[in-house]
């Protein structure tokens, strides 16, 4: 079992930042990837940011590209999400991921469409709201 926690979460004006945090504790070989999705109102749940802990990958949504920044240690006991240049758009929960999927499908959560589906695991969720 894996358990996920997030903290960071909160309200900004637009432009500003923010840095989410999720600790993961349980049975390490069941999460290689982890990784973060965010939910607005009255829309899908969508990836925005992904780990791999094989290989130390990385990877971005197009969406958040060149703003935000996901760090994790190589022991996968933490991944972080750096949030620069916040738009009010990044209004939603935000949802730390884990999976015991290949590098290829950690990467595939952050393209386009409903990826939710392979996440095995999830935290509580923490609420962003950015202000215009």
């Known amino acids: 079992q894996v358990q996920l926690a997030e903290s960071g979460g909160g309200s900004v004006q637009a432009g500003g930042s923010l840095r989410l945090s999720c600790a993961a504790s349980?049975?390490?070989?069941?999460?290689?990837?982890m990784g973060w999705f965010r939910q607005a109102p009255g829309k899908e749940r969508e990836g925005v940011a992904a780990?791999?802990?094989?290989?130390?990958?990385?990877f971005i949504a197009d969406s958040v590209t060149g703003r935000f920044t996901i760090s994790q240690d190589n022991a996968g006991r933490w991944t972080d999400l750096q949030m620069n240049s916040l738009k009010p758009e990044d209004t939603g929960i935000y949802y730390c991921?884990?999976?015991?999927?290949?590098?290829?499908?950690?990467?595939?959560?952050?393209?386009?469409?409903?990826?939710?589906?392979?996440?095995?695991?999830w935290g509580q969720g923490t609420q962003v709201t950015v202000s215009s």
């Open positions: 991921a884990a999976a015991r999927v290949p590098a290829s499908e950690c990467g595939a959560w952050v393209e386009p469409g409903p990826r939710a589906s392979t996440v095995n695991y």
């Open positions: 349980g049975d390490i070989l069941s999460r290689p990837c």
């Open positions: 780990g791999a802990r094989v290989g130390a990958l990385t």
